[in-house]
């Protein structure tokens, strides 16, 4: 009796195994995964022991969410990207949380979307993006939860050209080729700038492509124009063989967002509010010194001292409560992706958003 349901549990297992690998082979594509024998076996026996014993009380545990017992998080995980560079270099969040026993690990990506990919698959615990990366998350059954909006800076991202392209006009865009992460806070810029002069979406040829790609193909000339953001969108300008176009001044709304898994929000909500006062505590420091943001961000990032500091001009600091407004802004972000098909299906933000209350339980209060 035992072989027999020793065979049927492991080939249920392999199926199982084969069906959610495959599910990830966007993101796991770069990582070599061998199943063998020996890993499928020892799986099959790890739920077999599970259905033996999950009728036997004594070996359940239930543990809320809430439960003030909750085990302290030792790592914060914290996804970033160069826009937060500064952040991670001064060590701000390390300090606060040593005296906890928490300490935090730095994982950079080059735009949200590959950052909430890596969330999905439980490789951070939070992490910052423009407007749309969340909406495409959800859209793609990621459990995320906004925990803090950031203030927008309109001016920090543009639709660039060639500084010899014939295109002069917004409407000149019309049948080219353009740039831009899928799924990015310049691409529903890129969306938005297209209804304001009266295009379609349809109207041109988007090319998707990371920052770095959409940089390279941008100096070759086999694309027309970039929607992109600082400090992509400062390096070009630095380099000289880039016109602003048209900048978002007038089109975004609202900035991005700090987000964490659903599992992190739950369970780490005073590591949160610890993260977030600091934050915040920075934001504040570095709306009054951005002189001195300019000369550190500038070695760093490798943009000469001038073209920093006009980055730093054009950008708002601060981090926001998540709002009612908020919410509304962001459904609307999410209807726009859905009507356009570039989701798969229409979500509603509020699904992974919190309570009034826990905001304001953990929310830095806006000084």
């Excluded at 036997?56 to 790592?75: L, R, Y």
């Excluded at 909406?135 to 459990?143: D, E, K, L, P």
């Excluded at 990032?301 to 601060?318: P, S, V």
């Amino acid at each position: 009796m035992f072989n027999f349901l020793f065979k049927r549990i492991r080939i249920y297992c392999q199926k199982w195994v084969i069906f959610r690998f495959a599910s990830q082979t966007r993101l796991l594509s770069i990582v070599p995964i061998q199943i063998t024998g020996t890993f499928i076996t020892g799986l099959c026996l790890s739920l077999l022991f599970a259905a033996c014993t999950a009728n036997n009380p004594s070996n359940t545990t239930t543990v809320s969410a809430n439960n003030s017992t909750q085990t302290k998080a030792s790592v914060v995980r914290f996804g970033y990207q160069k826009s937060a560079i500064l952040l991670k270099s001064k060590g701000l969040l390390e300090k606060r949380l040593q005296p906890e026993g928490v300490s935090v690990e730095w994982i950079e990506f080059p735009a949200g979307p590959q950052l909430l990919e890596a969330m999905n698959v439980g490789s951070i615990d939070l992490g910052h993006t423009g407007e749309s990366p969340p909406i495409f998350a959800q859209a793609g059954g990621t459990a995320i939860t906004y925990i803090a909006g950031i203030a927008p800076s309109p001016a920090s991202s543009a639709i660039l050209v060639s500084k010899n392209s014939a295109i002069k006009t917004v409407n000149d865009l019309k049948g080219k080729k353009i740039a831009l992460q899928k799924g990015s806070s310049a691409h529903y810029m890129l969306v938005q700038i297209l209804e304001k002069y009266g295009l379609k979406y349809s109207d041109i040829q988007p090319i998707y492509l990371p920052p770095a790609d959409a940089r390279a193909a941008f100096v070759r000339g086999s694309i027309d124009a970039w929607s992109i953001w600082d400090p992509f969108y400062a390096a070009a300008e630095k380099s000289g063989d880039a016109r602003v176009l048209i900048d978002g001044t007038g089109i975004n709304k609202q900035g991005g967002y700090y987000l964490a898994s659903q599992k992190f929000a739950s369970q780490q909500q005073e590591i949160i509010k610890t993260l977030l006062e600091e934050i915040q505590n920075f934001e504040q420091w570095s709306d009054q010194h951005r002189d001195e943001v300019a000369a550190s961000l500038s070695p760093i990032l490798g943009i000469d001292l001038e073209t920093m500091k006009k980055t730093t001009n054009r950008r708002k600091f601060g981090i926001t409560p998540i709002s009612q407004e908020l919410i509304t802004l962001q459904q609307q972000v999410a209807d726009k992706f859905y009507e356009l098909k570039l989701i798969p299906k229409q979500i509603n933000v509020k699904e992974a958003m919190l309570t009034p209350g826990q905001y304001a339980a953990f929310s830095p209060k806006v000084k």
